[in-house]
């Protein structure tokens, strides 16, 4: 019942290219060299065919290396670029045999630009049967969560000789890690923090959300800011609950949007989670699921929904539903920690497409253990209730 995976694994395993170039080969033999060729039509839908094949893997090609004007632009925002003066700091600053505690995605960019080592790096994207890889990614977490104090901070950069913390708000939506993610406003967060405990660490360089600090050492480690959790730990829960599809973890009854939202514009959201019971440690992502009504013609079946509801907005050019995926809490409040029977509050801003249709639309939450690549049933790519349903928690008009 589960094919994506093997599906997402097929070009490497069988590259389009090379099963084109094959293709080509025996055609071109058989129309021009072989003593029985074959008839017209069969050679015309034949080449017909080639061509349908090959025209995807050369302009991916293309694609992947050919850029210019905005398109290089733009890709050079939404990679390691976009944080070269930060890089360049990190060289000039730590030099050669630093150590450097930053999130994951920036981790992964470091060593590209400066001779300097990093506490993790992305995802799985570590060194061979490293059996650390996980933990440290969560060290690095716990390092710039509001929640650890001064002294569980300081062990930390202690235990993996910690020479600068580099915090960056520049990281694009897109690039979400499975565990935790930085964004500018908990970047900004961090580097007041870290300001405010001037005997411990010394800002060495901030500009346009990125901020690099020195390590000074625990001297001051005694210091201890008090603890923190998030959302309002003084509210017990007693609403009614809605299943957000992982056990033990819930949603309050109550998501507050201002309508309406326009297209092309941020809708503001503000979700209630809570903690019913104990949960394990691990990767979470939440999805956002905004669906709307769509005729539904004679042709129209449950069983092929999502094909159908396809084939309508490619034939209207106006989409009915579309999805925002997030992190709850940005990773840095991990849901293990949340404490029990406590609303938790977080807003999210969504950025609402051009190209859906105008009208009403049901506003589903949906929380999964998150994966890298999610291992779909064929019900998934046929029918519109698929793996990111959810439980619909509002109903919002969109202009």
């Known amino acids: 019942r589960s094919i994506s995976y093997l599906l997402f694994r097929l070009e490497f395993a069988a590259p389009s290219m090379i099963i084109c170039s094959y293709f080509l080969v025996v055609l071109w033999t058989r129309s021009t060299i072989s003593l029985k060729k074959p008839g017209k039509g069969i050679l015309l839908a034949s080449w017909m065919a080639a061509a349908l094949f090959l025209i995807p893997p050369l302009v991916s090609t293309a694609n992947g290396f050919a850029y210019g004007g905005k398109g290089l632009e733009n890709a050079r925002a939404a990679s390691c670029l976009s944080a070269i003066d930060l890089f360049e700091e990190i060289g000039e600053h730590a030099g050669e045999g630093g150590v450097i505690l930053s999130d994951p995605v920036t981790s992964y960019c470091i060593p590209a630009f400066s001779d300097v080592s990093v506490v993790c790096t992305y995802d799985q994207h570590s060194v061979p049967n490293d059996s650390t890889a996980i933990e440290r990614i969560v060290d690095c977490r716990d390092v710039l969560s509001p929640a650890t104090s001064i002294s569980e901070i300081t062990e930390i950069l202690d235990y993996y000789d ?36 001037n005997g411990i660490f ?7 959300r990125v901020w690099l600090f020195e390590y000074l050492g625990a001297s001051h480690a005694h210091i201890d800011d008090g603890d923190f959790s998030p959302g309002d730990s003084s509210s017990i829960a007693t609403v009614n609950l809605i299943a957000s599809g992982i056990t033990n973890i819930s949603v309050a009854d109550a998501v507050t949007v201002k309508e309406p939202g326009k297209r092309g514009e941020t809708l503001e959201l503000n979700l209630e989670w809570i903690r019913t019971g104990e949960i394990s440690a691990g990767s979470y992502m939440a999805y956002f699921r905004f669906d709307a009504d769509y005729p539904k013609g004679r042709l129209y079946n449950h069983s092929y929904s999502k094909l159908y509801r396809k084939l309508i907005e490619s034939i209207r050019g106006k989409r009915y539903r579309f999805r925002h995926d997030f992190i709850p809490m940005g990773g840095i409040h991990p849901l293990d920690q949340w404490p029990l029977m406590r609303r938790i509050n977080e807003k999210i801003s969504v950025s609402i497409p051009e190209d859906i249709e105008p009208g009403y639309y049901d506003v589903s939450v949906k929380l999964v253990h998150s994966v890298k690549t999610p291992n779909y049933h064929i019900k998934d790519l046929l029918r519109d209730d698929d793996i990111y349903s959810g439980e619909v928690v509002a ?5």
């Open 162 to 197: 910690v020479s600068h913390i580099a915090l960056n708000g520049r990281i694009p939506l897109y690039a979400i890690s499975m565990y935790w993610q930085m964004d500018s406003e908990r970047a900004a967060l961090s580097a007041s923090r870290f300001k405010d405990l």
């Open 202 to 208: 010394r800002e060495v360089y901030e500009n346009d």
């Open 395 to 399: 109903r919002i008009r969109i202009e």
